[in-house]
């Protein structure tokens, strides 16, 4: 290692840290760093444990972290306010809708805008991307009233075809389809191979790490998206699980839930995103520098 | 060669058609996304300010009525307190939240160990669904809750961190700020990293202090990232409903009631569409300023470097 130094200096050089200020001054660093960890898990640990507590237990002053007894039975007892089952069905549904229509029509597009002979490429290109300067909520309101005039509403429909109306996602796939050779086309076209099978059979699974991370992107979206699924869907047994979780959980209609089992259900609905992050955290830190991009 | 030209030129007929051969793939498959952005995302662009002329009801139809729903915008007193509290929510944002991400990301990246945990540890919050953190929070701000506890330990008074009108909305921000901070932070580190460790040398070499290499290696070199940052955090910020709705409602007494939350309440609780309409199209033309000016201060502030 001593002899990587030159390599692993940062602002701070190891000359540097035979200065004892300096020396203080990292260990206050590393002290505050420790601070905002804890603040980051401290909430998730609150949430973790209070679905673990007793009645009486969750609502003792001072709170503890840790429960007194660990009870078992709040998970069971989520199951008589929420069908978790039904509605985690239904965010699949519109999870699974959405990537179908969004991968489909926006790798077609990129694919032709990116590998295709087609007339007013720029202008194209344009008509696309210009709607990534437009904030979206300024179009919310119309937008509901489009789908309405459309006879959308209450159906999975109106998540589905809209998900293909994303800028950002064609300007991700298209730059991907860019850095394919055109060779690679031209090649399998002199074998005889339609666009189709250009597009299905070597454009679509070159590009799978890139498609990975629009269905991460995609899966986060759906499963947060508690307010507009809400306003779209008008029957309760359709509403996927963070709509139903806010109008009977968080909203306050059903009064009776107690606290402990509301921890369980806000537990619960943590489990996928945690259990994503912990196998795909590659393609989402990925993502995350993909987003600033989009600015 | 001009003559041979001429020759080969085939009627316009033959030519739409070759062209047509030409270009067929192409625009089949660019087809059905033109067509899902013309239905889905621009025709509703548009219409806003169609909708925005009329009086929406969905049982008599629509009626011209001008200028009208604008007027009672304008004639609203709430229109401006809701006006008040977004620039209150996103100077806020910017005083608390904007430079935290940047902070923590340099002191990750001075560690010496642990540097992908912290990295992992401050991301954590990101994951969290939105509908789990707001029950997170609401717990976390009790009035008996682990907050108003923490505060004990110092001998101060417990906060009212939801009900008190000149706290409330702080309270949303430090949420937000908990919730969102750990993606910008990777973003900062990403840059931080990328600079080249020999400006550091050079510098120690010749006598810069840690400070002085922070303010005149570090800083510059992350500074198109401040400025896109800034972008990003001032347009999403000023579109804000989701956390005031779930948090407080937009209480106490319309304290936390932003632009957003009055256009989704005007839609979908009054069902005065027209207005919310009216209240979009008014927000649209501002962002769309406020972002013309900041990407003209962005070129500029490119142009110097």
Redesign the interface.
Same mark, same amino acid.
Request: net charge neutral; no cysteine.
């Given at each position: 290692m001593k002899g990587d130094s030159? +390599?692993e200096?940062? =602002?701070?050089?190891f000359?540097?840290f035979r200065r004892r200020r300096?020396k203080i001054?990292?260990g206050v660093?590393?002290v505050?760093?420790l601070a905002?960890?804890w &603040?980051? =898990?401290?909430? !998730?640990l609150? &949430?973790i444990f209070?679905a673990f507590k007793t009645k009486t237990d969750i609502y003792t !002053?001072?709170?503890s972290l840790l429960p007194k007894d660990w009870v078992w039975t709040n998970f069971g007892e989520v199951l008589k306010y929420v069908d978790l089952g039904r509605h985690m069905t239904n965010t699949f549904l519109i999870f699974a809708g959405n990537m179908l229509f969004a991968v489909l029509?926006?790798g077609?597009?990129a !694919?032709?805008?990116s590998h295709? *002979?087609?007339?007013f490429r720029k202008g194209?290109t344009l008509?696309?991307m210009c @709607?990534l300067?437009?904030? #979206?909520? @300024?179009?919310? =309101?119309?937008?509901?009233?489009?789908l +309405?005039s459309?006879g959308l509403l209450n159906s999975y429909w109106a998540f589905w075809?809209?998900a293909?109306?994303n800028a950002f996602w064609?300007l991700l796939l298209k730059s991907f389809f860019d850095g394919i050779h055109k060779e690679l086309f031209e090649a399998a076209r002199m074998d005889g191979a339609? /666009?189709i099978r250009c597009?299905l059979q070597i454009a679509f699974p070159l590009s799978l790490p890139i498609i990975a991370t629009i269905l991460i992107f995609g899966f &986060?979206q759906t499963?947060?998206e508690?307010?507009w699924a809400g306003?779209v869907i008008t029957s309760p047994e359709k509403y996927p699980i963070?709509s139903v979780?806010?109008k009977y959980?968080?909203?306050g209609e059903t009064n009776n839930i107690q /606290?402990n089992v *509301? !921890?369980a259900?806000?537990t619960i609905?943590?489990i996928p995103?945690?259990m994503?992050?912990a196998f795909l955290?590659k393609y =989402?830190?990925r993502g995350?520098?993909l987003? #600033?991009v *989009?600015? | 060669m001009k003559t041979q030209l001429a020759a080969q030129k085939p009627t316009s007929g033959t030519r739409f058609l070759k062209h047509s051969r030409l270009y067929f793939w192409g625009l089949l498959f660019l087809i059905p996304e033109i067509v899902i952005f013309c239905v889905f995302l621009w025709k509703p662009i548009i219409m806003g300010i169609y909708y925005s002329l009329h009086d929406i009801n969905f049982i008599r139809g629509n009626t011209f009525v001008g200028l009208q729903n604008y007027r009672d915008i304008i004639q609203d007193e709430a229109f401006f307190t809701a006006i008040g509290n977004t620039l209150w929510f996103v100077f806020l944002g910017l005083v608390m939240g904007y430079w935290v991400p940047a902070v923590a990301a340099t002191a990750i990246s001075e560690l010496r160990k642990f540097k992908a945990t912290a990295r992992l540890v401050v991301y954590l919050p990101n994951i969290v669904p939105a509908v789990a953190l707001y029950g997170m929070w609401r717990w976390l701000y009790e009035p008996i809750g682990p907050l108003n506890d923490f505060l004990t330990i110092f001998q101060l008074p417990p906060v009212e961190w939801l009900t008190d009108k000149s706290v409330a909305m702080f309270s949303i921000v430090l949420m937000n700020t908990w919730h969102y901070f750990g993606s910008t932070a990777l973003i900062y580190l990403a840059a931080v990293m990328n600079i080249p460790k020999d400006l550091y040398e050079a510098a120690e070499m010749d006598g810069a202090g840690i400070w002085q290499r922070i303010k005149y290696i570090t800083l510059p070199s992350i500074r198109h990232i401040f400025l896109l940052m800034l972008i990003m955090q001032l347009i999403a910020n000023s579109q804000a409903y989701e956390p005031q709705l779930a948090m407080t409602g937009g209480g106490p007494n319309e304290a936390t009631t932003t632009y957003m939350l009055m256009v989704v309440d005007g839609a979908f609780k009054q069902f005065a569409f027209g207005k919310a309409s009216a209240m979009g199209v008014l927000l649209f033309v501002s962002l769309t300023l406020l972002s013309i000016l900041l990407y003209a201060l962005q070129r500029k502030g490119g142009d110097e470097s």
């Open positions: 030159h +390599q200096r940062g =602002i701070i050089s000359h540097d300096v001054g990292y660093m590393v505050m760093l905002v960890a &603040t980051m =898990i401290y909430p !998730f609150v &949430t209070n !002053f001072p709170p029509f926006i077609l597009a !694919f032709s805008l295709l *002979k087609i007339p194209f008509f696309f @709607t300067m437009i904030p #979206s909520a @300024t179009y919310m =309101i119309p937008n509901y009233l489009n +309405q459309l075809l809209p293909a109306a064609i339609s /666009e597009f &986060t499963w947060n508690w307010y306003v963070a979780i806010y959980v968080l909203s /606290e *509301k !921890f259900i806000l609905v943590m995103p945690l994503i992050f955290q =989402i830190i995350v520098n987003s #600033s *989009k600015g | -």
